[in-house]
């Protein structure tokens, strides 16, 4: 089986212009594709793995990969499956953000001549001029056709401003200069980029008269529809800071029962003979995959000791042990105490476990907040700081744990 045949297998592939040349060069290793990153953070998310993975796939199957860093797209902003315009960064945090996320890519990719590259289309696209851009490319898109396309019309309603609208053309540029420039035969996405990779196709053909390929991944989903990598509204983020080996681990181990097969398809690289095994695993066999899941998925970002440590601590506090070691933890301060005690509301916001006092006075009244192994119902329970000295976990829900320590 080659690489491309073994990536519809995994469920990867949504769409691509032309298949049967694709599939040729996927499999005999000339493609030289790219996948572009806005750095809109310092760190990137699991969000980001179906990209992640799908480069290391391709690198190892003697595919180039390019990681196009969005410097220039990051300042306009994707409007694709948002409902209102993104942050505008300075430069400075923009580089900041690249050099952060490089080092995160070099865990799957390999850098090196040859090998995988990285560019910034801040390089290209910060020097045009606007008027010879317009002259040069504008002509090439149509209004009409552009209004139409998936990433703008969910915006028409609420409000689409004309410097997002340009997204679409200097994403389509991007893929003209790497072609000329970079020998990039081949784009890859999110199926919800499919208009403007097919604008850099098309782009190509009109202003070069040759042709070039886009192939778009299906985007990974919950069972609710929304976007893998997000857990109560934050992030799941690759950078150990901010979420920890222990969060990222937790976060994989409770995905829904109907998509942890789905994401050991697409996410893993474990060979298909032994995920086929699996397909027709149910009850507690889930729970197996989960944990097989997410361990592969941490050990591929944190290592193999840091994924061994997560595993153990998450059994342990679910078989009922005290094994909190390797719990994510949070430290208390004199600073942080009133007459030498602290609200639980007050801990759980400090250790980021809600985002709102109103949600933790919901979820407390609910019955949803124990404090070492008790149930509270008290919304103004609050813990010493003789407490504190020894340390108590405080658990949210059925799944998430926090300890806190002064």
Request: charge should be negative; proline fraction near 1%.
């Amino acid at each position: 089986m080659g690489v491309y045949e073994e990536l519809i297998e995994r469920g990867l592939i949504a769409q691509v212009t032309n298949e049967d040349e694709i599939r040729k060069m996927v499999n005999s290793g000339k493609a030289r594709f790219y996948i572009g990153f806005d750095c809109t953070a310092d760190s990137l998310t699991a969000g980001h793995f179906m990209a992640l993975t799908l480069m290391k796939r391709l690198q190892e199957a003697g595919n180039q990969p390019i990681a196009l860093i969005g410097g220039g797209t990051t300042m306009i902003g994707d409007p694709s499956g948002r409902t209102d315009m993104r942050k505008m960064l300075t430069r400075e945090d923009i580089d900041h953000n690249a050099e952060c996320f490089r080092k995160q890519m070099e865990r799957f990719i390999e850098f090196g001549e040859g090998k995988a590259q990285m560019v910034n289309n801040a390089d290209w696209l910060l020097d045009l001029n606007y008027v010879e851009m317009l002259r040069e490319v504008g002509t090439c898109f149509s209004v009409n056709n552009m209004l139409r396309a998936e990433c703008y019309k969910q915006r028409m309603e609420k409000g689409l401003s004309f410097f997002e609208f340009n997204y679409m053309i200097m994403q389509s540029y991007d893929f003209y200069y790497l072609f000329k420039n970079y020998d990039c035969n081949m784009q890859f996405g999110g199926d919800d980029q499919w208009s403007n990779m097919l604008g850099g196709t098309e782009l190509i053909r009109k202003k070069l008269g040759k042709d070039a390929h886009a192939m778009t991944i299906t985007l990974l989903t919950d069972s609710n529809g929304k976007k893998m990598g997000k857990t109560a509204g934050n992030a799941v983020w690759l950078d150990a800071e901010k979420t920890s080996p222990y969060d990222f681990y937790q976060y994989w181990r409770n995905v829904e029962d109907a998509d942890v097969l789905k994401c050991i398809r697409m996410l893993t690289f474990l060979p298909m003979d032994e995920i086929k095994k699996m397909d027709s695993w149910e009850g507690s066999q889930l729970n197996t995959a989960k944990e097989i899941l997410a361990f592969e998925l941490t050990k591929m970002v944190h290592g193999e000791e840091e994924a061994q440590k997560a595993q153990n601590a998450a059994r342990a506090l679910f078989a009922g042990g005290s094994d909190d070691s390797n719990m994510p933890s949070t430290t208390i301060d004199d600073a942080d105490l009133e007459d030498g005690k602290i609200t639980v509301l007050s801990l759980m916001i400090k250790g980021e476990m809600i985002k709102s006092n109103g949600e933790g006075r919901r979820l407390i009244q609910q019955g949803g907040v124990s404090v070492d192994g008790e149930k509270i119902t008290d919304v103004f329970h609050t813990v010493t700081a003789d407490l504190l000295e020894k340390g108590i976990v405080i658990k949210k829900g059925k799944k998430v744990f926090r300890k806190f320590i002064k």
